[in-house]
Structure formats: C-alpha cells, structure tokens
C-alpha cells in the first residue's frame, strides 16, 4: 500500500472516530437528560447506557487503529 492511499485511509479512520466520539457524546448527554427528570424509563436508559458501551469499544478500536503500540 502506497504512502497516500495509507494517509487517505488514516484520514477516514480519524472522521469516522471524531464521529462515534460525539455520537458517545451525544448518547452521554440524553442518559443525563433522561435521568434528571425523574420520569425516565429505565429500559431506555438501559439500552442507551448499551449503545453508548458499544461506541467506546469501537472508539478503542479506532484509536488502536491509528495510533500504533510501539513498544520498543
């Protein structure tokens, strides 16, 4: 794999984790919401708190991804 096709891939790895990342934001903010007003649906809160877990795994994924392990 040539120089710039790995700097384009890199690239969208890097929008597509500024991405999950305000998604998890986001997923983060409406749990808040919900739980401040004392009539939330736990259920709901339940799966959000799942997709919001689900984001940070893929998070991880990505920053795996992009910033390498050297250990040296």
């Known amino acids: 794999m040539n120089s710039d096709a790995r700097m384009e891939q890199?690239?969208?790895l890097r929008i597509e984790l500024?991405?999950?990342r305000?998604?998890?934001c986001d997923l983060d903010d409406a749990i808040?919401?919900?739980q401040d007003t004392g009539k939330a649906n736990m259920l709901t809160i339940k799966?959000?708190?799942k997709q919001k877990l689900a984001l940070k795994d893929k998070?991880?994924?990505l920053e795996d991804r992009i910033i390498?392990?050297?250990t040296a």
């Open 10 to 12: 890199l690239d969208v």
């Open 18 to 20: 500024g991405v999950y």
């Open 22 to 24: 305000q998604e998890h």
């Open 32 to 34: 808040h919401a919900l």
């Open 47 to 49: 799966r959000l708190k």
């Open 59 to 61: 998070i991880a994924f």
């Open 68 to 70: 390498p392990d050297i």
